[in-house]
Structures are given as structure tokens and as C-alpha cells.
């Protein structure tokens, strides 16, 4: 069955820390990956997106994510976290071609303290 | 680019009455659009895909009578929860694909439905 892990329900970092949000995935085929944030009461922004390539995937805002096929995983990072980054990120896998129905995970909610 | 907005941000109903929500791709043209549905704190629940032009596919369990979604324009696609009762309130959200761009989604800002 494909699905998508996100293992961390809530992570609370302090400012200027750094950060990881993990993200493993079932699928039957090479995926597309992507991650995004969403702030409270509005709608999803891309972060990120990984097709094909380097692995190593640099997005908006000085998050980073790399793609690792052998844990089939996706795990977002940044090096300093700020008071704004605060927000819920959701990790979703769609297809590499055809219909592009994507796949969500629960999402991580992110706190950060002063 | 890639902006898509959602009419109404928020709206509050009545029990019994019908609903429209529209999504729209500001700057480019969307042959694809999606509806998602977002209970607190919860993730996206895929409800249907819009094509323009033609007939909406809907999920496993999602009532397309309930809710009828129609894609008349490239740009336009509207979502309407028709007889909304309480358990409709929700977040709805919209997404569109990019004819450049087919396999990434950007997604509006989301309408808040409450039905009393």
C-alpha cells in the first residue's frame, strides 16, 4: 500500500537551533517527493520538491530535504531554525508520471521557543 | 507565479442551504484542479479532481451529489457543498497543476466552512 510517515507529531526546537522533520514512504514506484508548510488558517506552500538528480534538494526559506532510496525516506532539514518557521509541514509523494494524485502524511506540527 | 485564490476565505451557513466556493489560478492556466478537505489538525483528505471540461473524479466515499464540483474555465473551478449540515464544516482547500508543471500542485489559501 503506498503511504507516507511522519513519525513526529510535534517537534519544539528553540531558536537558532537546528532542525530535522523525518518522512519515510511506501510506493510502488520511483516517487515524486515534495514538502510543504502550512501556517494556521491558511492554505499549503511549497517548500521543496524532489524529481530526479541530486539528491540533495535546496528549497524556499533555507530548508533543505534529502532524498535517501535505500530508507525510503525524505527528511527535511534547516540549519537555524527562526520563531517563524513555526507551522505545520506535511511531507506528500506523488507519481513520476500519469495521474498525479499525492499522497499526505499527518504532518509535523513545529514549535519554537525564544 | 503559480497563485491560486479561494473565494470565500471563510463563510458561515445555515443548516440546509447550498455553499459555492470557487478556486481560481491567478496566473496561469490550470487544466487540472483539486478539492481537499482538512479536519483540525488533521492532514489533506483528497475529495475530488477537477478537469475543465468535463466530469469530476471523486474519492472512494466522497458524495458527488453532496458535492459538486464544476470546472468550466481554465482558470476556474467551483465547489459547491449543496444541503450542508453541521458534520460539512470543515477546511477546503483547492490545488491546481501548471501545464509546465504537471506534477507539482500549488494549493490556495483555503475556505473555512461553518454550518450552524
Known amino acids: 500500500a503506498q503511504s507516507v510517515t511522519q513519525p513526529d507529531i510535534h517537534i519544539t526546537v528553540s531558536e537558532g537551533a537546528s532542525l530535522e522533520l523525518r518522512c519515510n514512504y511506501s510506493?510502488?514506484?520511483?516517487?515524486?517527493l515534495f514538502w510543504y508548510v502550512q501556517s494556521p488558517g491558511q492554505g499549503l506552500q511549497l517548500l521543496l520538491k524532489?524529481?530526479?538528480?541530486?539528491?540533495l534538494v535546496q528549497g524556499i526559506k533555507g530548508f533543505e530535504a534529502e532524498f535517501k532510496r535505500s530508507q525510503s525516506s525524505f527528511n527535511l532539514r534547516k540549519p537555524s531554525v527562526h520563531w517563524s518557521d513555526a507551522a505545520e509541514y506535511f511531507c506528500?509523494?506523488?507519481?513520476?508520471?500519469?495521474?498525479?494524485?499525492?499522497?499526505f502524511g499527518a504532518g509535523t506540527r513545529l514549535a519554537v521557543h525564544p | 507565479g503559480a497563485v491560486v485564490s479561494q473565494h470565500p476565505s471563510w463563510v458561515i451557513c445555515k443548516s440546509g442551504t447550498s455553499v459555492k466556493i470557487e478556486c481560481r489560478s491567478l496566473?496561469?492556466?490550470?487544466?487540472?484542479m483539486f478539492w481537499y478537505r482538512q479536519f483540525p489538525k488533521q492532514s489533506l483528505m483528497l475529495m475530488a479532481t477537477?478537469?475543465?471540461?468535463?466530469?469530476?473524479?471523486?474519492e472512494q466515499g466522497v458524495e458527488k451529489d453532496k458535492f459538486l464540483i464544476n470546472h468550466a474555465s481554465l482558470t476556474l473551478s467551483t465547489l459547491t457543498v449543496t444541503s450542508a449540515h453541521p458534520e460539512d464544516s470543515s477546511f477546503y482547500i483547492c490545488?491546481?497543476?501548471?501545464?509546465?508543471?504537471?506534477?507539482?500542485?500549488?494549493f490556495g489559501p483555503g475556505t473555512r466552512l461553518l454550518v450552524l
Open positions: 496566473d496561469f492556466q490550470a487544466t487540472t
Open positions: 490545488s491546481a497543476l501548471t501545464s509546465t508543471d504537471v506534477q507539482t500542485q500549488y
Open positions: 477537477s478537469n475543465e471540461g468535463s466530469k469530476a473524479t471523486y
Open positions: 524532489y524529481f530526479s538528480g541530486d539528491t
Open positions: 510506493y510502488g514506484a520511483t516517487p515524486y
Open positions: 506528500a509523494v506523488g507519481p513520476s508520471s500519469g495521474y498525479n494524485k499525492l499522497i
